[in-house]
């Protein structure tokens, strides 16, 4: 899903989460921070679910990276109004979703036949209980507090048409981090998917003109 991003990222570390056990943000956190080092030329790129982790990592990291970069993502719950619902994604057949839904709610407009194959084949090779357990996660976290926390600045990619993180999350951060520089680009939820050179650019130019560590 990330090919045209990787290859133009050099050196790149991507980032797996694990298929199982089913996890929520504290044990995915614990995993991660035993496996990513952060040093001070470490560019951190935080995606969607992501983001709460990047922030939490970068916070209780001993030394402050390069910079944060988040992406279509939230530090809180994206969708508080939904929060009360979490305990009913139990039941619910994230496999059994029609391929042009799931494509629609994270391509919109951007969505092609390929992308839509591209998805389904990505979704479903993650067991549904862990993600039901993400999108339980997801609603639930409240993790603003810890952006007090992230020493380095701090980047976020605006996607104009996300159907799925609303404008409120990335102003939710910056009432905390009005150091915040934000940029806009035309895309959807899976912005990095469908404009990797905007991104691409947003970010050198964020590098740029910030002050290496």
């Known amino acids: 899903?990330?090919?045209?991003?990787?290859?133009?990222?050099?050196?790149?570390?991507?980032?797996?989460?694990?298929?199982?056990?089913?996890?929520?943000?504290?044990?995915?956190?614990?995993?991660?921070?035993?496996?990513?080092?952060?040093?001070?030329?470490?560019?951190?790129?935080?995606?969607?679910?992501?983001?709460?982790?990047?922030?939490?990592?970068?916070?209780?990291?001993?030394?402050?990276p390069r910079a944060l970069v988040l992406c279509a993502t939230f530090a809180d719950s994206p969708?508080?109004?939904?929060r009360p619902l979490a305990p009913l994604l139990r039941g619910l057949p994230l496999h059994g979703l029609p391929p042009w839904l799931c494509a629609a709610a994270t391509f919109g407009r951007w969505a092609t036949p390929a992308w839509s194959a591209r998805l389904h084949a990505t979704l479903h090779q993650v067991p549904q209980p862990v993600l039901r357990e993400r999108l339980r996660a997801a609603l639930r976290v409240a993790w603003r507090e810890a952006l007090s926390g992230v020493r380095c600045p701090l980047l976020y990619l605006q996607a104009s048409a996300d159907c799925i993180v609303p404008a409120r999350s990335a102003r939710r951060i910056a009432a905390l981090r009005p150091d915040l520089h934000l940029v806009r680009i035309a895309a959807p939820h899976f912005l990095l998917q469908v404009a990797p050179e905007a991104a691409l650019a947003a970010i050198a130019a964020f590098l740029a003109n910030t002050v290496a560590r």
Do not use: C, H, K, N
């Open 1 to 64: 899903m990330f090919a045209a991003l990787l290859q133009q990222l050099v050196p790149v570390e991507v980032i797996a989460y694990p298929s199982e056990p089913v996890a929520g943000y504290t044990t995915l956190l614990e995993q991660l921070a035993a496996r990513v080092t952060v040093d001070a030329d470490t560019v951190l790129l935080a995606e969607s679910f992501a983001g709460p982790l990047g922030v939490a990592l970068v916070a209780q990291a001993a030394v402050a």
């Open 79 to 82: 969708l508080l109004w939904l």
